[in-house]
């Protein structure tokens, strides 16, 4: 071994790092089984991959208790899984005219949760990217600012009305949508005492 790799290797080893702490799950055969098959399957790279993304999730969704399999409260929220085809048949039963003022109440809502969740003011542009990560870890769809423009990728609902009124109630501003079709963009109208900065 040259001197210059047992000098590196004799530092690496005195390093004051923590050394990470062994953990053994006893799994249950079925669990075990489906965990490779995930695997096989391609859809995972591995246990620890599969833990690690298991833990992101939760730390992200900060889910406080689960009540039972699809539904849990997080903060004052509860929030459960549900078909989109279900709330695009309810939506097409309120008239389309109305949907600007029905996405204004569920964003006046979604901002008393997001706020009381993340300990934020919604109002503050400055606070607007932990609100977009975390609608997005809901399921909400991708959200972008940039410049005086809220783009939304892959939005659970199509509606650009509806996500007009649902942002304008949220964030307490005024929107311009120019599209109709996804990705939605809006372009956001001046706001009092702050300047929009991507």
């Known amino acids: ?9 004799e530092t690496m080893m005195k390093s004051n790092k923590p050394k990470p702490k062994r953990t053994t799950i006893i799994l249950e055969p079925e669990e075990r089984k489906y ?19 298991m833990l992101d999730i939760h730390k992200k969704l900060m889910i406080d208790d689960w009540r ?6 997080s903060g004052i929220s509860r929030i459960a899984f ?42 503050e542009i400055k606070d607007w990217k932990p609100i977009f990560d975390r609608l997005s870890v809901q399921g909400f769809g991708d ?12 939005p659970f609902i199509n509606y650009a009305n509806l996500w007009q009124g649902i942002l304008e109630g949220m964030l307490d ?12 963009v809006f372009q956001i109208k001046a706001k009092e005492g702050n300047s929009i900065q991507s």
């Open 1 to 9: 071994m040259q001197e210059s790799q047992k000098k590196r290797l």
């Open 35 to 53: 965990i490779d098959s995930l695997i096989q399957e391609g859809k995972e790279s591995g246990i620890k991959s599969l833990i690690s993304k």
């Open 68 to 73: 039972f399999p699809g539904e849990y409260y």
């Open 82 to 123: 549900v078909n989109v085809e279900l709330i695009n048949i309810m939506l097409n039963q309120i008239p389309k005219e109305k949907w600007i003022n029905l996405g204004q109440e569920m964003g006046k809502a979604l901002k008393i949760s997001i706020e009381t969740i993340l300990n934020i003011q919604v109002s």
């Open 143 to 154: 959200f972008f600012l940039k410049d005086k423009y809220i783009l939304i990728k892959n």
């Open 173 to 184: 501003i005024k929107l311009s949508a120019k599209t109709n079709l996804p990705p939605l």
